[in-house]
Structure formats: structure tokens, C-alpha cells
């Protein structure tokens, strides 16, 4: 058996499976949908295994020096707690970990997201705005206006009404302009990939057709 | 003749007996020469880095002018046991390096050697350093008390709220269309899907997409109709079970509650917008809430939900995410407007109290900004004004 072949095949069918959703739901997308759903459940748990709990929790607690650091195992106690929501009587223990998850994610983010979305993009935005041609003063008169006017589109505050309403909606224009570059952008990457699986299909998988039929080389 | 011969010998082994003796092999010559003329490291400092979370020592040294330049120069380190190790070669010209091996609390020998021709040349001063932790980075300290003043904002509001104080927050368009969302699904005989994004519950909007869903699922439950929570975490599963359970609870519906309706699918990125595709033709649900973190996959489920007729409430704070949301929904919260979603709908003081908060923030940063260009640009022509930008953009950098 050539297992190559039988990759491109299994590549291709599982494509086509999936774009008949395009035409309506039925049995050959439900079946790639399945295997897809099923695989990458089953993959991803093997990969937390290996690449998170062993290297992070199991090699930490049981260095390869030899000993034991009991550290690792309050979080060992953590994750028990999760497990602990297949018992309706000791589910309630899973909260402690849920909130130990949401409060670190909460606090550690705070101070990055903190100082990239507000101190590094209000710092970047203080220049002067009369430096260099018309062009580049007509730039930088753009996002001085786009930055202050986005930011009272997001005040909730007070009703977008009057002189703040205006301002709001120069914001939110500006807004949608740069969402539509970002659109257009977007969509042209995405038919890259389309053309990329159209190249597999054309050029990798229907030469194997007449090979297997034994027409031609 | 053979007197003459036997002289001529005699002052042939006399002279190469003489060579052999006095003067040392070509080899020698070459290799001693090396050693002394060759430049070595000097003046080494060792340190602990400061300000940092332990376990490095800073290195800082200077080279001998004199002597030609070595090939490469090694860092060496030998802690209390006397074990002496290389830890890094550097490329000649390198006068620094930070090693992040050390222990906490161990005195280290440090001293750079300089390498030429293969072989170990000079050996630098050795200097002495002990790494450890410390607590306070100061090139935080600014971000610090813009956060402690913001933290005392947020809890004036929060207890401004708690007294009664009426807060006002605008409308949210996407927000009103909630509750009509919900009717519609329940007219219908429909179920109502909620999709949370595809992160973490360690994901800011996660954790708001979540604190939305209780308010989603208080209202399914007084209605009446069924909530699908797919998610692609089984962290977040966890948690919107819990967040589910006790919206039901709290409306007097735990009869109703479904824990099979909120499962997870898969943490693949694509296995999990195929799941959720199969879930919207074949459940044909009449509302679909898509909020929090989305990626690659945003368009192909606004798209199916488009395809299936569901009205189509979304909202992420991923910029390059949004167009599709506004192409393909019905509403779409921008941005910040998913964060503000969670305090409009429950207005609970607390969420409130920490909205104004952030409002306030805003008005201190827009205010920051428009005297920081105002002055920088004036400053191009009447320089006093230029300190001022200066100064303000001091303040809002963290190192």
C-alpha cells in the first residue's frame, strides 16, 4: 500500500466532506465534523498531558536530581478539586480552583494589558503634530482626532448627544473605516487558503485518480 | 683530513647542541608570545541584578587596549563546592552579560577568560556576587498609582452606587436587543445558542462573556426556552455550568436547568467552529450570542448563524474580528462595549461603580493627550512648551 496516496485521499475527501457543507447539512460533513471534533479532542488531550502537566507539574514536583518539593502539590490539590464535579456532593470544591483560575488570569493580565492598551498607546500618541510634510501632518492630525474621538465613542458616561454625539460619531467612523481595511485584508488571506486547498485538490490529489484507474504514468 | 673532519663534526653537533639548548622550539616562541600580547578582561564587576525576580548576576567588564584581539572570550563561574563551569562564550567586543542560571543565595566566583588560536589565553579579575529577589520594581512605581487611583475611583463609584446614587450608562445598542433576542427564541420554540470564544477562563473576555451569560441565562430560564453552551475550554465549561445553575436557581427554575446543554467540544481552534457550524444547522437555534475572544473562525460562525436565520448578537475586543461581527450580525458590541455589557445588563454597583471608574480613566488619558500634542507641537516652535510633553510622555511610560 502506498501510504502517500492514501494521505492525499484521506486529505481530500475530508476537504470535500467539508465544503458539501456549503450546500446543506448532511451525513459526509456530519462524519468529518465527527472524526475532526473527535481527533482534536484526543489530540489536545495528549498534548496537556505531555507538554503541560509533565513538564510543568509532574518533572517540578519530582526534580531529576531525585526529592520531592510539596509545592507542586497544591496545585496537584487544585486540579483534584476540578475532578471533584463528577460527585454532585463535592462539586462544590471545583469553585476554589475556578476562582484561583479567574482571579490569577484577572490580576496578571491587568498590568499587561494595562500598560500595552492604555500607557504605551497614550504615550505613542503624544507628538507633535506639525513635524514634517502636509501628508504627515494630515496623518497625524488623523489619528490625534481618531485616538480622542474612539475614546468618547467608548464613554458610557454620558448620552451621545449634542457636541458629544458628533464627536462620538467622527469616532465610530473612523472606527469603520479601519474595520473595513482590516476586512478586505482579512478576506484576501482567507482566499489564499482557499486557493492553497484548491492546489492540493488540483494538483496534488487528481494526478492520483488516473494512477490508480492504471490510465497513463 | 680526518682531524679536519672529525673537528668539522665536532663543531656542527657543538652549534646544534648549543641551538637545542638555548633557544626554544619555533612552537613555544608562538605560544608564549600569544599569552602575553594577547588582551584580556578587566576591571570585572559582578552584581545582582536589580530590581528583578532573582536568580541573576549582572557582569560588566572592559578589555585591555593593548595586544591583539582574542577570538572569543568565556564567562566563568564556580560556585561554594569549588565546581568551576564555562557558562557562556561571547564574541570578542562583548563587555556585559546578564547570567539567569544563578541560585538564590549563592556566592559565585565570576572571570572572563580570553580564547585565541584554540586555546585559553588570559584570565580576567574574579569578582564576587550573591543573586537574590527583590520586591518592588521601581520602573513601575508611575503605573502603580495611576492603577491605585483608578482602584480609588472605582471604589468611590462602587460605594456611591451601594448608597443609592443613581449612575448613568448610555445605551448599548447591541444590549437592548438581549432580551428581545431571548422572546424571539422562546416564541419560536427555539433554543438560544451562546458561544463564549475560543480562550481561556484566564481571558479577560472570557471572564466578561461569561459574567453576560448569567444575565443570558436568567432570562432563558424565566422564559422558559433552552440554553446550548458549546465551548472549546473545559475550564469554561466548568465555569458556565456553574454561572448557568445559578441563574436558574436564582429565577426559581432549577427544574429546568440542562447541565448536558453546556458541553465542551474541543480546544481545537477549527475542530470547534466545525462542531458549533453542526450545532446551529441542526438545532437551528433562533438566537445566537457570540462573545469574547474569536479568531480565524469568527466568520464561519456569524456566517452558518447568518445562514440559519438566528438574530445574531456579537461582540470581541480582537480588531481584526469586529468586521466580520459587523458584516455578518445583527449587533455587534465593539470592543470595550463587551466589558461595559456585563455592568449595563446586571447594573449592579459593583460593575457600575467599576465602569465610571474606567470612564474616568478615560477623561484623565484624553485630557492627557490633548495637552501632551497641544504642547508638543507648540513646542516646535516656543521650546518651554516641549518639557511639558516631555514630562507627560515620562509619565505614562513603564521601562
Known amino acids: 500500500m502506498n501510504w502517500e ?4 485521499w484521506l486529505g481530500a475527501l475530508v476537504t470535500l466532506f467539508l465544503y458539501s457543507f456549503l450546500y446543506r447539512d448532511n451525513p459526509f460533513y456530519k462524519f468529518a ?3 475532526f471534533v473527535g481527533m482534536s479532542a484526543g489530540y489536545w488531550v495528549i498534548y496537556n498531558i505531555e507538554n503541560v502537566l509533565i513538564p510543568n507539574w509532574w518533572q517540578n514536583m519530582f526534580p531529576e536530581g531525585g526529592g520531592f518539593d510539596w509545592v507542586w502539590l497544591i496545585p496537584g490539590i487544585f486540579a483534584l478539586f476540578m475532578l ?3 460527585w454532585p456532593k463535592t462539586a462544590g470544591l471545583s469553585r476554589l480552583s475556578l476562582g484561583m483560575i479567574v482571579g490569577v488570569g484577572a490580576g496578571l493580565n491587568m498590568v499587561s494589558f494595562f500598560q500595552t492598551n492604555a500607557l504605551a498607546q497614550v504615550k505613542g500618541t503624544i507628538f507633535s503634530v506639525a513635524s514634517g510634510g502636509v501628508w504627515d501632518i494630515f496623518s497625524s492630525l ?5 485616538v480622542v474621538s474612539g ?4 464613554f458610557f458616561s454620558k448620552a451621545h448627544t449634542g457636541i458629544m454625539g458628533k464627536t462620538a460619531n467622527v469616532g465610530i467612523t473612523i472606527l469603520m473605516v479601519a474595520f473595513g481595511a482590516s476586512f478586505g485584508y482579512t478576506i ?12 492540493f485538490l488540483l494538483e496534488d490529489w487528481i494526478p492520483t485518480i488516473p494512477r490508480l484507474l492504471g490510465i497513463g504514468g | 683530513m680526518n682531524n679536519l673532519s672529525a673537528l668539522m663534526i665536532f663543531l656542527l653537533l ?3 647542541g648549543s641551538a637545542l639548548a638555548e633557544d626554544p622550539p619555533q612552537s613555544v616562541v608562538t605560544e608564549a608570545a600569544e599569552e602575553l600580547e594577547v588582551c584580556s578582561a578587566v576591571h570585572l564587576e559582578a552584581s545582582d541584578t536589580p530590581e528583578d525576580a532573582g536568580g541573576s548576576v549582572s557582569l560588566y567588564w572592559q578589555m585591555e587596549i593593548d595586544g591583539f584581539e582574542p577570538d572569543s572570550l568565556g564567562v566563568m563561574r564556580s560556585d561554594p563546592s569549588g565546581g568551576e563551569e564555562l557558562i557562556v562564550t561571547l564574541p570578542f567586543g562583548t563587555v556585559m552579560y546578564t547570567d539567569q542560571s544563578a541560585d538564590n543565595g549563592t556566592e559565585y566566583d565570576y572571570w572572563v577568560v580570553s580564547y585565541s588560536g584554540g586555546t585559553v589565553g588570559t584570565s580576567s579579575n574574579r569578582a564576587e556576587a550573591v543573586p537574590s529577589a527583590q520586591w518592588i520594581y521601581k520602573g513601575r512605581i508611575g503605573m502603580l498609582i495611576i492603577l491605585f487611583l483608578m482602584a480609588a475611583v472605582i471604589i468611590y463609584y462602587i460605594e456611591s452606587g451601594k448608597k443609592g446614587r443613581k449612575l448613568f450608562i448610555r445605551e448599548i445598542a447591541g444590549l437592548a436587543a438581549v432580551d428581545d433576542a431571548v422572546g424571539r427564541a422562546t416564541e419560536m420554540g427555539k433554543p438560544v445558542l451562546y458561544i463564549p470564544g475560543i480562550m481561556d477562563m484566564d481571558d479577560i473576555q472570557t471572564i466578561a462573556s461569561i459574567v453576560i451569560l448569567g444575565r443570558v441565562a436568567r432570562k432563558t430560564a424565566e422564559y422558559g426556552s433552552s440554553l446550548l453552551v458549546p465551548t472549546s475550554r473545559s475550564v469554561v465549561m466548568s465555569v458556565a455550568q456553574e454561572v448557568v445553575k445559578e441563574a436558574y436557581i436564582q429565577v426559581g427554575r432549577p427544574d429546568a436547568y440542562n447541565k448536558e446543554n453546556i458541553q465542551y467540544l474541543t480546544d481545537d481552534q477549527f475542530g470547534y467552529a466545525a462542531g458549533v457550524d453542526g450545532i446551529m444547522v441542526r438545532e437551528k437555534p433562533a438566537a445566537i450570542f457570540l462573545l469574547g475572544t474569536f479568531y480565524a473562525e469568527s466568520l464561519i460562525l456569524a456566517e452558518t448563524g447568518r445562514s440559519v436565520g438566528a438574530i445574531q448578537i456579537a461582540g470581541t475586543a480582537m480588531p481584526s474580528q469586529i468586521p466580520f461581527f459587523v458584516a455578518a450580525c445583527d449587533y455587534t458590541l465593539i470592543g470595550e462595549e463587551l466589558f461595559a455589557a456585563s455592568a449595563y445588563l446586571s447594573r449592579e ?5 467599576s465602569l465610571k471608574g474606567q470612564d474616568a480613566a478615560k477623561l484623565f488619558f484624553m485630557i492627557l493627550i490633548v495637552i501632551g500634542v497641544v504642547s508638543a507641537t507648540i513646542g516646535d516652535f516656543w521650546s518651554p512648551l516641549k518639557s511639558v510633553a516631555e514630562f507627560l510622555r515620562k509619565l505614562v511610560t513603564v521601562n
Open chain 1, 5 to 8: 496516496i492514501l494521505g492525499i
Open chain 1, 33 to 35: 465534523e465527527h472524526l
Open chain 1, 84 to 86: 471533584a464535579r463528577i
Open chain 1, 142 to 146: 488623523v489619528l490625534v482626532v481618531g
Open chain 1, 151 to 154: 475614546l468618547v465613542y467608548f
Open chain 1, 188 to 199: 484576501m488571506a482567507r482566499l489564499s487558503l482557499l486557493i492553497g486547498r484548491s492546489q
Open chain 2, 14 to 16: 657543538f652549534a646544534a
Open chain 2, 349 to 353: 454597583p459593583k460593575l457600575l461603580g
